[in-house]
């Protein structure tokens, strides 16, 4: 027997999101970037986080800025963007709120520049707002805010005293014990949790015995980074379930089943980034392939399978 007609609706922060797929920060511009794609429409996921936005203007950094891996890929954009101003007043407007929610994607070099981000965003019709905590934070040494607790939980603050808005903290999995970081920044104010950013990496040019990328160090995401990032949702949302704190679970999702598994680990619902690079259309596929499962296994919702996990038994470690 199977169910008839689930729902992928979800319910994230009192948003209402048409399916539970996510387009990442970094990978679709500001909401545009694939609409000129013959079959994509933004109608086929729940929300898009447009590219992460600091207060002025950045060109980013130098070439390489993106180099393919096994299963993944590295980047180092450098956060290029137009600055707040330019993406409220000229970019926000020409968004179709009628085709999904947007959530604008928030970074800063200091804790200042965090809350004035996320206060502009504050006035406009922005339906979240996610902190890139994983920026490095040049008044302390250079150090990410997101691989510190303390630094962490004081960005959150900030930005929490900007808005009222639902407020997504996207949590690195460069630092040792990113459940009890998680659980500063529910203290601190976050409404929900994005597992996880991208994880620090490096390429070597053999000949030039240089670094490929022009930074010399990137953020591996895709297929590579999908076992840890399952790992982190599990832990994070043993901090999140006894609050109802909902995750985006992310990293290397490309098929439905991997999506699944995701949700089957905790999370509310699931992004999906450097696919996109390689199939646009991969989110109609995976929408489809998750009915297909709620169907076979009778689940009447997406919301059914969340934290659904039965750990194996004792072991060692
Ligand atoms: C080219 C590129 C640019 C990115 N830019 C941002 C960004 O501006 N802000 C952010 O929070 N994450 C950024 N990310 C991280 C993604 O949003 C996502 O968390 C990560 O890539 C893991 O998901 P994936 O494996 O499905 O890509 C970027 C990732 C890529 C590949």
Redesign the pocket.
Known sequence: MTSSNPSLAVDFCGLNLATPLVL????VGFGEEYTRVKGFSNRDVGAI?L??TTLEARLGNPPHR?YETPMG?L?A?G?QNPGVEHVVREILPALDFGETRFIA?V?GSTVEEYHEVTRRFDDSPIDAI?I?I?CPNVKEGGVAFGNDPDMSARVVAACRSATNKPLIT?LSPNQTDIAGNARGCIEAGSDAF?V???LMGMAIDIERRQPVIGNNQG?L??PA?KPIALLKVHQVYQVCKPHGIPIIG????TTPEDAIEFLIAGAATV?????LFYDPLVCQRINAGILTYLERHRLPNVSTLTGSLGLNGPSAC
Request: net charge positive; with cysteine; hydrophobic share 30%.
């Open positions: 990442l920060s970094g990978c986080c590219k992460g993106i890929m980047n954009i956060l994607n970074s996610e890139n994983s996207k994005a996880i950013n991208t953020g995401s895709g980074i992310q990293g290397g999702v992004g999906v980034g450097t696919a």
